[in-house]
């Protein structure tokens, strides 16, 4: 079989031997995620933070993340940091959106590959690798204003949230843009990472299995209305909700103590699909 040449004359193994990439600016890549979950009563949102050790923003929350090693992909980077520094591992993850602002950190040009993980408890997290501390705080989204606070650290921070129009193509759509509040805030563009991921949770929350990443193995169904009602940042209709998750949950024939109302319940698992 005759190898294919391109206009000098080179087969693609020849092209490849010579290639030099020293031409192109190279920026770093990293992964940051976005570990979400909600409080054992349902009550708020719980996100996980940590305190950096090193340059820059030192001693400053950030999420949980780092550089993508070479031979690594970016879920295996993430998988990885999630491990090292909260000890978290075997979560789910899933991608959020690629973060390019040149400006975005201080060191150089590093890109950010943003992630967000689901879980339904609050697991007891460590501090390690570069950070020296971990901590869950309650996060409070709604269209004016973020708030993330953790009252025993003696930490609150607060964002106002402006709405604004964007354009791509001939689609004109809608987001928010933060401005901090308050002299504590969180490191690099983590505050965007936050708001890209909340609001792609939120419009897959409705339409899709997520929930059951953070309901628990076995929940009633006030609880996951609950739940859903955190996310969606909407009170819903009983019978609305409980037409919505009918094909998703089945009935384990015992009862449990509902989190939201200390009342006894029909106890539901998730039914995969």
Not at 134 to 161: C, H, P, Q
Not at 219 to 227: E, I, K, R, S, V
Request: contains cysteine; neutral net charge; proline residues 2%.
């Amino acid at each position: 079989m005759t190898e294919n040449k391109d206009k000098n004359g080179l087969t693609e193994k020849e092209f490849l031997a010579s290639y030099s990439d020293k031409g192109y600016e190279k920026p770093s890549v990293s992964v940051d995620i976005m570990v979400l979950s909600r409080s054992a009563d349902f009550s708020s949102l719980k996100i996980l933070l940590i305190k950096r050790g090193e340059h820059p923003f030192l001693n400053c929350w950030a999420l949980p993340g780092g550089f993508i090693r070479k031979n690594e992909t970016a879920y295996q980077a993430a998988s990885r940091e999630l491990e090292e520094e909260t000890s978290l591992r075997g979560v789910y993850l899933n991608q959020v959106y690629t973060f390019t602002n040149p400006a975005r950190d201080p060191r150089s040009w590093v890109m950010s590959v943003a992630y967000l993980a689901l879980v339904s408890d609050l697991a007891s997290v460590s501090a390690k690798d570069d950070a020296i501390d971990a901590a869950w705080f309650d996060l409070k989204i709604d269209s004016g204003k973020i708030t993330i606070e953790n009252e025993a650290l003696g930490v609150r921070m607060f964002y106002s949230l402006e709405t604004k129009q964007f354009q791509n193509g001939k689609i004109h759509y809608e987001n928010w843009v933060a401005k901090a509040e308050s002299s504590e805030k969180l490191a690099f563009d983590h505050i965007e990472i936050i708001i890209e991921a909340f609001l792609k949770l939120k419009e897959k929350f409705e339409h899709t299995d997520l929930a059951f990443n953070m309901a628990g193995d076995k929940f009633t169904l006030p609880d996951l209305q609950a739940l859903f009602e955190l996310v969606l940042c909407k009170k819903l209709y009983k019978t609305n909700f409980r037409l919505l998750v009918a094909s998703k949950v089945e009935a384990t024939g015992e009862k449990r103590k509902s989190a939201i109302s200390g009342k006894l319940s029909a106890e539901y698992t998730y039914k995969a699909q």
